[in-house]
């Protein structure tokens, strides 16, 4: 079993590494990928030095699986290169999200759809992933009619320069913007780039992906997407309208017996999801769960992941637990 890891030197690859490390996944031969200048770079994964090789080089070692975090432009490129030589590619860029022919696999709600033909998988945004699982046990249960959507994302969805933009912010250091303004102190109701609709990119993912995931082309679903100066993880306020009436208390269970939800709910005591307690965890945490009074058969959730982990990292490397698992690699 040779498993490849594509853009090693990157945030996500790193967590990649740690994640790997602790659920013990088996493999015979690592690969470590990066571009051209990180050629010969030595990353230590668990007590031993791997040197990093080109994409290139990495074909030539025709790994089993390929887990790709380096761009949609490096996946629209090289997966299908991959996929050809019978590497089973998993890809957590935007570039085959939305492809028809592609799979959008969050794995506890829709592993099963996948078989030995799909070579390219896509591991969706980080945002809806976390989203989505809390939604299950609500779709399945009540069928969802719509959804309006603000998130706060951390500044580490958009990689290491943003997080250094952050830090020298703070540090009164002299600062090489990602964002277009200050992110200290400040919050952005801003990413990805402004489509002609005055949606932004990663407000349309919100939109499309979901529907996709939950396999429901006509979800009412509308989305603000806001950075701020967090390092923990995303946070998400969703208004959920049901289509058949709920009891809160039986959500509450449903969601608790969900795999990869925790429940903290119990405002009276200050006990909710935030991000500070996110940080470094694989769970998607909800709470401050309350009927929404103002409209019929609706309510409101408060749904807290670390995105480098569930949103990116943890959800790829379940997929690649599902295929070894399953045979169908």
């Known amino acids: 079993m040779k498993l490849a890891i594509v853009g090693a030197t990157g945030m996500v690859g790193g967590v990649m590494l740690d994640v790997l490390a602790e659920r013990k996944f088996y493999f015979d031969e690592l690969i470590l990928v990066a571009s051209e200048r990180s050629k010969g770079k030595v990353i230590e994964f668990k007590g031993k030095p791997i040197q990093v090789v080109t994409l290139q080089e990495a074909l030539e070692l025709k790994p089993d699986v390929a887990i790709f975090s380096a761009g949609g432009a490096t996946s629209l490129e090289w997966a299908p290169r991959f996929a050809s030589i019978n590497t089973t590619v998993i890809d957590n860029s935007s570039a085959w999200r939305m492809d028809v022919n592609k799979k959008l696999i969050v794995p506890e709600i829709n592993a099963h759809l996948l078989t030995k033909n799909d070579k390219i998988i896509a591991n969706p945004n980080c945002s809806t992933i976390q989203m989505v699982l809390a939604l299950l046990p609500l779709q399945n249960n009540y069928k969802i009619e719509r959804l309006v959507i603000s998130t706060y994302q951390s500044v580490t969805g958009s990689g290491v320069a943003a997080m250094k933009q952050l830090e020298d912010e703070r540090a009164g250091n002299e600062v090489t913007r990602v964002y277009p303004y200050q992110i200290d102190q400040n919050c952005l109701p801003h990413a990805g780039e402004f489509g002609d609709n005055g949606y932004t990119s990663e407000e349309m993912k919100l939109v499309h992906e979901t529907r996709k995931i939950l396999d429901d082309a006509e979800m009412k679903i509308t989305a603000t997407v806001v950075r701020v100066p967090v390092v923990g993880g995303h946070s998400e306020a969703v208004n959920v309208e049901l289509k058949s009436d709920f009891e809160l208390?039986?959500?509450?269970?449903?969601?608790?017996?969900?795999?990869?939800?925790?429940?903290?709910?119990?405002?009276?005591?200050?006990?909710?999801?935030?991000?500070?307690?996110?940080?470094?965890?694989?769970?998607?945490?909800?709470?401050?769960?309350?009927?929404?009074?103002?409209?019929?058969?609706?309510?409101?959730?408060?749904?807290?992941?670390?995105?480098?982990?569930?949103?990116?990292?943890?959800?790829?490397?379940?997929?690649?637990?599902?295929?070894?698992?399953?045979?169908l690699v």
């Open 249 to 327: 208390n039986t959500i509450k269970s449903q969601l608790d017996n969900t795999p990869g939800i925790s429940v903290i709910d119990d405002p009276h005591n200050n006990q909710y999801p935030m991000p500070l307690n996110a940080q470094g965890k694989d769970d998607v945490f909800v709470g401050r769960l309350r009927r929404d009074f103002s409209r019929p058969f609706a309510l409101n959730m408060w749904i807290v992941s670390d995105n480098l982990r569930k949103g990116a990292a943890t959800n790829a490397i379940q997929i690649a637990e599902y295929l070894v698992a399953n045979e």
